[in-house]
């Protein structure tokens, strides 16, 4: 079974900086991309930041400048946030697109979230 577990939430001064960590487990055959969304509270999802299997990268106008995605050659994806504000205040979520066999088939996974709290 294929999970995705996010850490590195947790409460941050405005200006600061968070690292949040995505790991993928279980049996897959090749991850197709990975990204990043937020849920603020009363608000949508919104996709902040996403990275390709290739390595290509791409991010919401809010964050350009701000986040950074990277991945390692583990199955893991990264989102480095600098300079913080309150509105980057949301539960994050990691989104995988993976395939499971030579099939090609992709399969679309989610964490469970971590909660990103800027305030003073």
């Known amino acids: 079974q294929v999970q995705l577990v996010e850490s590195g939430g947790g409460l941050v001064q405005p200006g600061g900086s968070l690292r949040l960590s995505c790991v993928v487990s279980g049996t897959i055959f090749r991850i197709n991309a990975m990204g990043w969304y937020r849920q603020a509270q009363g608000k949508q999802r919104e996709w902040v930041a996403a990275i390709t299997g290739g390595g290509s990268t791409s991010y919401a106008d809010s964050v350009k400048g701000r986040f950074t995605i990277s991945r390692d050659n583990a199955d893991a994806v990264y989102l480095q946030m600098n300079s913080l504000t309150p509105q980057d205040t949301a539960v994050y979520y990691c989104?995988?697109?993976?395939?499971?066999?030579?099939?090609?088939?992709?399969?679309?996974?989610w964490g469970q979230g971590t909660q990103v709290t800027v305030s003073s």
């Open positions: 989104r995988g697109l993976v395939t499971l066999d030579t099939t090609g088939k992709e399969y679309e996974y």
